[in-house]
């Protein structure tokens, strides 16, 4: 069956670096994604990584992808306040299906 | 360009009315579907559509209908609300269901049923 699962919340300090982890089970995942929910917003897709792929670097976001252990990482560099928001991460087959959400605190 | 358009953005209902959330796209996406999201719980698939004249059940389909007689449009109505489909809830679509990178999500609408 298709599950994701997600650590609930996270909290680092600005400037850190922050790691949100994410495993599935579907092995037949094309795409997997990264997606940021602010409060009262949408969500708002942040990367995307191909499933034949170990790793993309966007900026300061760095996906990291496990397919062995289907294991799938975002790492957020020199995090800032206004990286605080839900992160879900995503996995496409055929279908969408999302994580519980990652609740990300950056304190000053 | 607006992409996808969910109405109305806020509703109340009251328990056992019936209501239809809108969710329109112009980039001629041939894949819509509907997700709710509830705390904790990350988003689950309501229903989803393959194109126009086709739609199928998603992970929590139940208490919801929705056709899609255009590739514009993708209506998810709720019969009968329940206090349980407290949520909000997100359309998106896609050009395909290989596409999986040009997934795009309306802003959401949130609803209360009392």
């Known amino acids: 069956g298709e599950d994701v699962e997600q650590s609930l919340f996270l909290s680092v300090r600005e400037g850190d670096s922050s790691v949100i982890n994410c495993t599935y089970t579907d092995s037949s995942s094309t795409y997997l994604y990264w997606y940021k929910q602010e409060p009262g917003a949408g969500l708002q897709l942040l990367t995307y990584?191909?499933?034949?792929?170990d790793m993309k670097q966007d900026q300061r976001l760095t996906v990291l992808l496990n397919k062995k252990d289907k294991h799938l990482s975002l790492r957020i560099a020199d995090t800032q306040t206004g990286d605080s928001a839900i992160y879900f991460c995503a996995e496409y087959t055929g279908k969408l299906i999302f994580g519980q959400g990652t609740t990300l605190q950056v304190k000053p | 360009n607006a992409g996808v358009t969910q109405t109305p953005k806020f509703q109340v209902l009251k328990t056992g009315q019936s209501m239809t959330l809108q969710c329109a796209q112009d980039m001629n996406h041939e894949y819509m579907s509907w997700y709710r999201q509830d705390p904790g719980m990350g988003l689950r698939l309501i229903h989803y559509s393959v194109g126009a004249g086709i739609t199928d059940q998603g992970e929590v389909p139940n208490g919801y209908n929705v056709s899609r007689s255009t590739t514009e449009d993708f209506p998810l109505r709720l019969l009968s609300a329940a206090p349980s489909q407290t949520s909000v809830y997100f359309c998106a679509s896609s050009y395909g269901r290989r596409a999986g990178n040009t997934i795009y999500f309306g802003e959401g609408s949130w609803l209360t049923v009392v």
């Open positions: 990584i191909f499933s034949n792929m």
